[in-house]
């Protein structure tokens, strides 16, 4: 199976602040990579797909990048609205899909 | 605007079935393209695939549930749905349907349901 490690598990910033969320797969899998966004009691929302394609209606604030085993989640100046879970998630071994662990972001 | 909708009970019985309906608006579950997927999420926990089935039929499980596991499509309903067998404390999770895309650098969920909390308990 292909595991996937995010890192930071969580993550205290402000408001205005560039945040980098960080995950890796553990065999290389191209560009199957995707980002999630949950907030509390809700469904993930899909966020960036094939690592660094923009879903539609996302803001441009949210970026991604990375190929191979590594890969980078950037939000460029967050909003209030950001402060929620993120998740990778890695579709390269179907049809075994696996997320990783999660990312929580936190107000400072 | 595909809408996605799980029903079901929400407490199940240790070592009984545990079955979910995803009812699909806005969409045919019969358009290609897509496959018909169920992801769990154990209370303050991260997301685990159990598995999809595509409309033509075609399932794939994770590994760890496959003897469990049972996903099938009704085309005539527009509804997908799960059956979990031989259930335990460890199968209390909320449970989302989602529709997975097939895309041209892999697969990812688009529409995603609103979530149900299902409990294993006596």
């Known amino acids: 199976d292909i595991q996937m490690t995010q890192s930071p598990s969580s993550l205290s910033a402000s408001v205005g602040d560039r945040v980098t969320i960080t995950c890796r797969a553990s065999?290389?899998?191209?560009?199957?990579l995707n980002w999630y966004q949950q907030k509390p009691g809700k469904a993930p929302k899909l966020l960036i797909y094939?690592?660094?394609s923009l879903q539609s209606g996302v803001p441009s604030r949210f970026s991604g990048s990375g190929s191979g085993t590594d890969f980078t989640l950037t939000i460029s100046t967050l909003q209030p609205e950001d402060f929620a879970a993120y998740y990778c998630?890695?579709?390269?071994?179907?049809?075994?899909?696996?997320f990783g662990q999660g990312t929580k972001l936190e107000i400072k | 605007q595909v809408q996605l909708q799980e029903s079901g009970p929400g407490l199940v019985k240790p070592s009984q079935t545990l079955s979910l309906t995803c009812t699909v608006s806005?969409?045919?579950?019969?358009?290609?393209?897509?496959?018909w997927s169920w992801i769990r999420q154990h209370p303050g926990k991260g997301l685990e695939w159990i598995g999809y089935s595509s409309h033509s039929g075609n399932n794939y499980y994770n590994p760890s549930l496959k003897s469990r596991v049972t996903i099938s499509v009704d085309t005539s309903k527009n509804q997908f749905s799960l059956k979990l067998t031989s259930v335990t404390a460890a199968d209390t999770a909320v449970y989302y349907c989602?529709?997975?895309?097939?895309?041209?650098?892999?697969?990812?969920?688009?529409?995603w349901g609103q979530g149900i909390l299902v409990t294993v308990s006596s």
């Open positions: 989602a529709r997975v895309v097939d895309g041209g650098y892999g697969d990812y969920v688009d529409y």
């Open positions: 998630q890695q579709s390269f071994s179907t049809p075994l899909y696996t």
């Open positions: 806005g969409g045919s579950i019969s358009s290609g393209g897509y496959y």
């Open positions: 094939a690592a660094s």
């Open positions: 065999q290389s899998i191209n560009r199957y």
